[in-house]
């Protein structure tokens, strides 16, 4: 019985000693894994890429969020890679508090998270374009917004620096009885500045902004407008001009696009490379002529010259994609290049942007359904009359 009992006494320690190791390793590991990480982002119009963090036991993490944090995460070496928007320049930096612990002008980055450390890494996009916004007389408020979504505020004259190449559509706030220039949305060329001039014409009533009012001057008299200059006082005649067939599409529907290159210029051009860039998943190319070639999500053309006063035409067709849905836009964007045109003075008449729109599908109306339903039921009740006529005459 003693023996019994001393054997039970022993299967129960070493019950409770295995229960206790157990336990120990458990919160060992649980206290391993108490590092955090901080992702972010930065852009200037707001459009993210996308942070693919590698874990040190080889699984990944990803997010597109402006800010992340992860908490929990074990001791070892990380890996992290960043998918950049397009044309961005990125610079990834690795912070622990205010100490710089890397900084790396690419999208790759290799580092170690010790033991309940707590590191952040930013990914900073930049770019090389530049917006300017000047008006006649200065000191206008004015909202510029991006295809993106972002928005830029502010009064002219204005200066934004580091902005992604692509549309910006500009509004200044002011109210509808002054004349403002309707030409306001405008392509940014990558490594090249986008000026937005207007002039305002108020006539002899002061420039009256949305919600404000201008304070007159102590004599009274509104001040005299400077003289603007020269080079920005007419909007430019386009040197690419890019059209299409239809404004509005079905999907699946085929649409034909024409872009022309003009040489307003007093002599020949040489050497004109033409793009168009287009969505993949949102267009399909179907033949393209002249040439052309398909290079991922840009078509391509070389011009070898073009004499002073032509114009050299394509056209290519393409079809929506049968995915898209009402209220969804296919854009094309068209630039051309050549080092012997004036687009250092009219960098925005060498870009073109068309866009199409996706339309409703037709539909019946209500009447019409239930015409078709009428329809359908006196066809079933002729059908049965028909077969129970042909059962009686076999019978």
């Known amino acids: 019985m003693v023996q019994k009992t001393t054997s039970y006494t022993m299967k129960s320690l070493l019950f409770s000693l295995a229960l206790a190791i157990g336990l120990a390793s458990t919160q060992g590991v649980e206290a391993a894994a108490n590092g955090s990480l901080t992702l972010e982002q930065s852009s200037p119009d707001s459009v993210y890429g996308q942070w693919i963090l590698t874990l040190p036991n080889g699984s990944e993490y990803k997010t597109s969020l402006k800010t992340k944090i992860l908490n929990d995460l074990p001791a070892g070496t990380y890996r992290v890679a960043v998918r950049a928007p397009d044309r961005a320049v990125t610079k990834i930096t690795l912070k622990r508090g205010p100490s710089l612990l890397q900084e790396n002008p690419a999208t790759i980055m290799t580092f170690e998270l010790k033991d309940g450390e707590a590191l952040r890494l930013k990914a900073g996009y930049t770019y090389t374009g530049t917006v300017k916004v000047h008006s006649n007389p200065s000191g206008i408020a004015f909202i510029m917004t991006d295809m993106n979504g972002g928005v830029f505020s502010g009064t002219?004259?204005?200066?934004?620096?580091?902005?992604?190449?692509?549309?910006?559509?500009?509004?200044?706030?002011?109210?509808?009885?002054?004349?403002?220039?309707?030409?306001?949305?405008?392509?940014?060329?990558?490594?090249?500045?986008?000026?937005f001039y207007s002039n305002l014409n108020c006539g002899e009533r002061p420039i009256s902004m949305a919600g404000k009012t201008t304070e007159p001057t102590a004599s009274g008299k509104m001040p005299k407008a400077p003289t603007p200059d020269a080079a920005h006082t007419d909007v430019p005649d386009a040197r690419i001009v890019q059209t299409s067939n239809l404004s509005e599409v079905t999907p699946g529907g085929n649409i034909r696009f024409t872009i022309a290159i003009r040489n307003l210029t007093r002599g020949t051009l040489h050497d004109i490379d033409v793009t168009d860039r287009f969505n993949p998943s949102s267009l399909q190319i179907l033949s393209i002529m002249d040439e052309g070639a398909i290079d991922g999500e840009n078509l391509r053309w070389n011009i070898e010259e073009l004499f002073a006063g032509q114009t050299w035409t394509t056209t290519f067709e393409a079809r929506a994609m049968s995915h898209l849905k009402s209220g969804d836009r296919v854009v094309l964007l068209a630039h051309a290049v050549s080092e012997e045109t004036d687009a250092d003075l009219y960098p925005e008449a060498w870009s073109s942007v068309v866009g199409v729109g996706i339309a409703y599908m037709p539909q019946t109306g209500f009447r019409y359904d239930l015409l078709i339903a009428f329809a359908a039921l006196i066809g079933a009740a002729l059908t049965t009359l028909s077969t129970n006529r042909i059962k009686k005459l076999v019978v």
Do not use: H, W
């Open 156 to 195: 002219t004259p204005a200066v934004f620096n580091d902005m992604a190449p692509i549309m910006y559509r500009l509004n200044y706030d002011v109210t509808r009885d002054c004349e403002v220039r309707k030409s306001q949305e405008r392509v940014l060329i990558e490594g090249s500045s986008l000026i």
